[in-house]
């Protein structure tokens, strides 16, 4: 998860044109959609610009600690199980 953060900070460093190209792309399905006013969108898109940081590194975090739970859960339901005590393993 920490890798994947640090790769889209660098990422988001590297191609500042991803993030206007981001915010162009929602203005224009927002308007394409017709359900908001011009004011109501360019708040939107404001408000996007403002927490773009916020939402792509919690974004990532939220998406990736759900792979890795879903990962795990699978992989303790496929290993085999052999129960032993911590007795048995002592050597007297």
């Known amino acids: 998860t920490l890798i994947f953060i640090a790769f889209t900070i660098i990422y988001a ?16 399905e927002m308007e394409k959609q017709g359900k908001m006013s011009d004011d109501e969108i360019d708040n939107a898109v404001n408000i996007l610009d403002k927490y773009y940081w916020a939402l792509a590194i919690g ?21 085999r199980k052999r129960p032993k005590t911590p007795f048995d393993q002592l050597s007297i």
């Open 59 to 79: 974004g990532t975090l939220l998406l990736y600690v759900i792979i890795g739970a879903i990962g795990s859960l699978i992989g303790a339901a496929v290993t």
């Open 13 to 28: 460093l590297m191609f500042p044109e991803l993030k206007a190209q981001m915010m162009e792309m929602t203005r224009a």
